[in-house]
């Protein structure tokens, strides 16, 4: 698909993340004035708020953007969505009848700050890169008992903490936790000193399914509203110590960052590609109809507080073993009622190369390895001070498809109250 193009001259620029072929959805403020609803077009964002107020949209018999949320549309389902998209490149394409009504509810990106994008009902994370999850069972396990015997065979996931998801530029306070070095008696109290990042990306759920109802892949896949960049932060020296026999608990409890703008599955459609080839036969219920995957060229960058920027990571959500679309079906199996706003996390994304590993962990190989990032400064993990920021973007015919930047600091660890206090 070429180059859709807009009478919004920043977005027809080959650079811009954000042209007529993407329309991804955030909320957004200015000084003054509450959150909204917005879409994102060149280097402007449209009130859409403001639009259906003004009568420029109008496809329910309800508001669909009275609240700063998504969620009233997600739950209106794949064909209000549909109509949503198709009236948006009316007023936005280059030629629209209705430029002179639209162009005042445009308002610069610069000047805005971005929210929330809606409202998350549950968030689980998956484990669902072969090399990832390769890298992480050799340094435990050793390498002929690296994945476990039911990797091959199910998406793995344990449930997460809705509560503590962010969007980007919310700073993140270092967690204390338990700890217990290999040659302790006892374990100890106090921040983590193995802080990571583990890059991934979120599916969002946009219609769910009845309690006790299976869904099929291909269903799955049509209730998938949109995807956003996720960061899911990781304590690694509290994980070991907590995570047996019931998973990661504390160690991720804490945070977990998402990119501002949701880009829709119509805008990533182009990008669709297949899982890799299958070493074991999946089960009939998860076999995917056709290509679930998307190609997005994924970067990680780090800044420490003194110093410049450095990628560290770049790598492609192609190297998913198990698609957004088999995670959602895997998980309604059981008969687990899936809602709108219900938020899946890939699991950490690594390719076959070094540059491409996904986590600080792998990247320095559980901290035996540092990596430079200049001015004489290296890391095996992060520092308080460091930012990182994750960015995306699928790459079309002279436009790409993006979704805007993940962006957090890390702050010093919060001293934890003494008895009594």
Request: charged content about 20%; aromatic content about 8%; glycine content about 10%.
């Amino acid at each position: 698909m070429p180059l859709l193009k807009s009478w919004v001259a920043s977005a027809n620029d080959a650079s811009n993340p954000f042209p007529l072929n993407n329309l991804p959805y955030g909320v957004f403020s200015t000084p003054g004035s509450d959150p909204r609803c917005g879409v994102a077009i060149g280097d402007r964002i449209l009130d859409v708020q403001a639009a259906e107020a003004n009568g420029l949209i109008d496809l329910t018999d309800v508001s669909l953007f009275e609240l700063p949320f998504w969620n009233d549309l997600m739950e209106e389902g794949p064909a209000v969505w549909t109509a949503l998209r198709a009236r948006l490149t009316e007023l936005l394409a280059e030629g629209s009848a209705e430029q002179d009504k639209v162009e005042p509810l445009l308002v610069p990106m610069d000047e805005a700050e971005m929210h929330m994008p809606f409202m998350v009902s549950e968030f689980t994370d998956f484990y669902a890169s072969r090399n990832h999850a390769t890298n992480i069972g050799t340094m435990f396990r050793g390498k002929e008992n690296a994945l476990p015997p039911n990797w091959l065979h199910i998406p793995i996931g344990y449930n997460g903490r809705a509560s503590t998801v962010v969007v980007s530029g919310t700073p993140i306070t270092r967690p204390n936790g338990q700890s217990k070095a290999p040659d302790a008696d006892a374990p100890g109290f106090g921040p983590s000193k193995r802080l990571d990042i583990e890059l991934e990306m979120g599916a969002i759920v946009g219609t769910g399914n009845p309690m006790g109802q299976p869904i099929t892949v291909a269903q799955a896949d049509t209730m998938i509203f949109g995807y956003v960049l996720l960061n899911d932060w990781s304590a690694r020296d509290i994980q070991p110590w907590e995570y047996q026999p019931l998973g990661p608990f504390q160690a991720k409890a804490f945070a977990t960052s998402i990119s501002p703008w949701i880009v829709t599955r119509a805008a990533l459609e182009p990008f669709r590609t297949s899982t890799p080839p299958r070493e074991k036969e999946l089960l009939p219920y998860l076999t995917e109809p056709g290509p679930m995957l998307y190609d997005i060229a994924l970067t990680v960058e780090m800044a420490p507080q003194d110093g410049e920027p450095k990628v560290i990571c770049e790598t492609n959500y192609d190297q998913m073993y198990y698609s957004a679309a088999q995670q959602l079906t895997h998980h309604a199996s059981s008969g687990c009622a899936m809602m709108p706003g219900d938020l899946l996390g890939s699991g950490t994304i690594s390719g076959p190369e070094k540059h491409q590993f996904g986590s600080l962990q792998e990247l320095t190989w559980g901290g035996k390895e540092p990596f430079e990032l200049g001015d004489g400064q290296s890391r095996t993990f992060i520092e308080d001070g460091d930012t990182l920021t994750l960015s995306g973007h699928a790459q079309g015919d002279g436009y790409r498809v993006g979704f805007g930047q993940c962006t957090t600091t890390i702050l010093p660890a919060v001293a934890f109250p003494e008895q009594g206090d």
